[in-house]
């Protein structure tokens, strides 16, 4: 980029909010998993919808690529610049601001750059729930959920990021605005704009803003943490503990054996909830819109129904909320836990929930086939039909030579998601990581159908570029 | 020997405290309530003498309302084997809830008995002392190590300057401190078993104990909030700004 270019790009930010110094543009190109590299010179940091907007028209004028991020907490390389050092980092963290609350609508008008966690305080504060959750949410903003469609632990009752719009505020790659902050739970006037832009992963345009749905507060919630034999007599609680609690269950979270050794070997503050091992976990929270007494009721015969009936082996019931936090800790610190046993190769797929099981057979048998001492810690929202069906490297293995074997491995899993019916990107997205497979397996005129649109709304192809197509 | 663990129930540690519109006291209704910690971990304790053979009975009492029952099955559950609830909806104050134990005590014989040094609600940190008082038995508070051996008991007190060693004579009573252990999670086939462990529901009556409160809260208030930071230029600007508005420098 010359000197002419950055300094105009420069002034819409502010020296202050601009970064041109590699080191303090390096933390912006470290990625949590450390996959991928990528260079930038600039990195901007607006204040407001104006300035993204001019940021974007002069971006589009001269064809500078450019690369939204968040809280950089993505998991497929969609906020990261190529190597070649021309993309422009656009940084959404000072655009936090909590632009309304509204408790009779129950919604809350937010900036994109807004904390997750930030968002759920805010809720709180006015006694309601903001649902979205997720292991990131200290440092992921609404912004990138929303641009990923994040889903997390709540989406069992609540949805995912997706079903909690309302509305958005959206800059265009030409820099005009998309004013459609609709509070309104009813609105049939034409295209739904706002879905385009959840889940393109920064592809069509800046999310700026959103309108997202508030929930009344649990009057009770009460977690347990249970010991199981197989994925089969999860599946089986799972469907027993819908049927008794309908709605009520709003977490279904399964976990191995080797999680909880990796978890509390690795993670400070992580004890094993039960005093024996079990093969697999399954971490089940109840909530009532009625009282505490209410979720211990539900959750108590529920439990002693099936413990009779043989899917249940054992548990613990948290007592206190900083038990249920004890319990959360375990299963979120699942994916951090892996990284100081080596390599491991990371799937985030979803199967029909009925599937779950004899997919988990099958998927072992195929990995096991290839790598007889790969160490499969496969967990995630059972409920959803969501696995991160992850392998970590056989004990003493070389790292690198076992992440090679992604190679043979992944298409193996894969292909049974494939066909049990499935997705290779339940929730983190396709960014890089996926974009050349999703090319291979998508229904054709999707796919063209999602180039067309590309084209038509970032003529100069400067959002994202090589992200999702 | 049987012990005797007294267990309260308190707001949760996690939740957010709101005081009344009325500043009269704190907002109760509709919140989580949870056993206090620190009586968590006397129960802990409790248990773990009993494994390791020093005690034989474990008993549980609370003096609260109706759903301070709650509370006693959670204890229960954890692995004590009987409890008593002494009924009463108002406010207690720790001289009465000592008087009320000293009754508990002499009606059923303990050869110790386990509290938590203090209540998270109202933070006394009275009631295992005045208990002593009222018993005439040593104590050992802020334990954070016991060890009993016969007719006496060593205890690892938390005292500001560091730890202190005492020994006391049994029968005594013991308050416990956080480092003394990590209580353990109450386990689905010991919640069902926990349902039927006898739990006795008496009256402050049957004690003969007045509970008419002896102080008169005036007001409750939020503490003040934290002020919002600035930004400083400069280390002069900081300099200045601690000399001439903190007035520290
Ligand atoms: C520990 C951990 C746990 C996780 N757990 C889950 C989980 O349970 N469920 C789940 O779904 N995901 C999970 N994720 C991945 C998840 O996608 C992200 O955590 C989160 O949703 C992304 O938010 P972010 O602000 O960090 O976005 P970023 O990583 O910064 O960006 C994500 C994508 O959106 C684009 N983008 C960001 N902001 C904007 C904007 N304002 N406008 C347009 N485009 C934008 C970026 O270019 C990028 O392509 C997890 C990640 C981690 C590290």
Redesign the pocket.
């Known amino acids: 980029m010359n000197d002419d270019l950055r300094e105009k790009f420069i002034a819409i930010v502010g020296t202050k909010n601009a970064r041109v110094n590699q080191e303090d543009i390096a933390p912006y190109l470290r990625e949590?998993r450390d996959r991928w590299e990528g260079k930038s010179e600039l990195v901007l940091l607006p204040a407001n919808t104006q300035e993204v907007s001019q940021i974007l028209a002069l971006a589009t004028e001269t064809k500078t690529p450019i690369?939204?991020?968040?809280?950089?907490?993505?998991?497929?390389g969609?906020?990261m610049p190529d190597m070649s050092g021309d993309a422009v980092i656009l940084a959404?963290g000072r655009m936090n601001k909590v632009r309304d609350i509204d408790t009779a609508g129950n919604t809350i008008t937010v900036e994109?750059?807004c904390i997750?966690q930030s968002v759920q305080e805010a809720a709180d504060d006015v006694g309601r729930l903001f649902p979205l959750s997720?292991?990131?949410e200290g440092?992921?903003?609404?912004?990138?959920?929303?641009?990923?469609?994040?889903?997390?632990?709540g989406?069992l009752s609540y949805g995912?990021?997706r079903d909690l719009v309302l509305g958005l505020e959206?800059v265009l790659p030409t820099g005009e605005i998309l004013n459609d902050l609709n509070a309104l739970k009813k609105d049939n006037t034409g295209y739904n704009l706002r879905h385009l832009?959840i889940g393109?992963?920064?592809?069509l345009?800046?999310?700026?803003a959103a309108v997202v749905k508030l929930f009344p507060k649990p009057k009770g919630q009460i977690t347990a943490f249970l010991g199981l034999e197989t994925p089969a007599a999860a599946l089986e609680l799972f469907q027993a503990a819908r049927d008794f609690a309908g709605q009520s269950l709003t977490a279904f979270e399964l976990m191995p054996r080797l999680g909880v050794e990796f978890t509390t070997k690795h993670v400070d503050g992580v004890r094993d909830p039960l005093t024996t091992p079990y093969p697999w976990y399954v971490l089940l929270e109840v909530s009532s819109g009625e009282s505490e007494d209410h979720a211990q009721s539900l959750l108590e015969h529920l439990l002693e129904n099936q413990m009779e009936a043989g899917s249940v082996l054992d548990g613990a019931v948290a007592s206190s909320v900083s038990q249920s936090k004890d319990f959360w800790h375990l299963r979120?610190s699942m994916?951090?836990s892996q990284k100081p046993e080596g390599g491991s190769i990371k799937h985030d797929i979803s199967v029909p929930v009925h599937a779950i099981p004899s997919f988990m057979l099958d998927a072992e048998k195929a990995v096991l086939d290839i790598e007889p001492s790969a160490r499969i810690c496969a967990f995630g929202?059972l409920g959803d039909g969501n696995l991160h069906y992850n392998i970590s490297q056989p004990v003493g293995a070389d790292k690198q030579e076992f992440l090679a074997m992604d190679r043979v491995i992944t298409p193996a899993v894969h292909g049974l998601v494939l066909k049990y019916n499935g997705s290779i990107s339940a929730?983190?997205?396709i960014?890089v990581m996926k974009r050349d497979e999703m090319a291979k397996i998508k229904d054709p005129t999707a796919l063209d159908l999602m180039r067309r649109i590309k084209k038509n709304f970032d003529p100069a192809g400067i959002m994202?570029p090589q992200?999702v197509l | 020997m049987k012990v005797l663990v007294p267990v309260k129930r308190v707001v949760d540690y996690n939740v957010k405290i709101r005081v009344k519109s009325d500043d009269s006291g704190v907002e109760l209704a509709n919140v989580k309530m949870s056993m206090n910690p620190f009586d968590e971990i006397s129960v802990e304790q409790a248990i773990r003498m009993k494994e390791a053979g020093q005690v034989e009975e474990i008993v549980v009492v609370s003096v609260g309302p109706q759903q301070s029952q709650e509370t006693l099955r959670t204890a229960l559950a954890m692995g004590a084997d009987r409890a008593i609830l002494v009924k009463h909806d108002d406010v207690v104050e720790p001289l009465a809830v000592a008087k009320i134990l000293k009754g508990v005590v002499e009606e059923e014989n303990p050869g110790l008995v386990i509290l938590g040094k203090q209540a998270i609600d109202d933070d006394s940190n009275q009631t295992g002392q005045m208990l002593a008082a009222l018993l005439g038995w040593s104590q050992g508070t802020f334990a954070s190590e016991i060890e009993i051996s016969g007719d006496t008991a060593k205890v690892k007190r938390e005292v500001d300057g560091g730890l202190q060693n005492i020994e006391i004579k049994m029968p005594a009573i013991i308050t416990t401190d956080l480092r003394l252990n990590e209580p353990r999670y109450a386990s689905l086939p010991n919640i069902m078993k926990a349902k039927k462990k006898p739990l006795d529901e008496k009256s402050v009556g049957d004690y003969g104990v007045d509970t008419a409160p002896r102080l008169t809260v005036v007001k409750t208030e939020e503490p003040e909030g934290r002020k919002a930071g600035v930004i400083v230029g400069s280390v002069e600007e900081l300099v200045s700004k601690l000399k001439n508005e903190a007035g520290v420098l």
């Open positions: 949590w690369v939204p991020q968040g809280g950089h907490t993505g998991l497929v969609g906020g959404m994109a750059g997750l997720l292991a990131a440092s992921c903003q609404i912004g990138g959920n929303l641009s990923s469609n994040a889903g997390g632990t989406a995912v990021a959206v832009f393109a992963e920064g592809t345009g800046i999310i700026t979120e994916s951090e929202h929730e983190h997205g960014g994202n992200k």
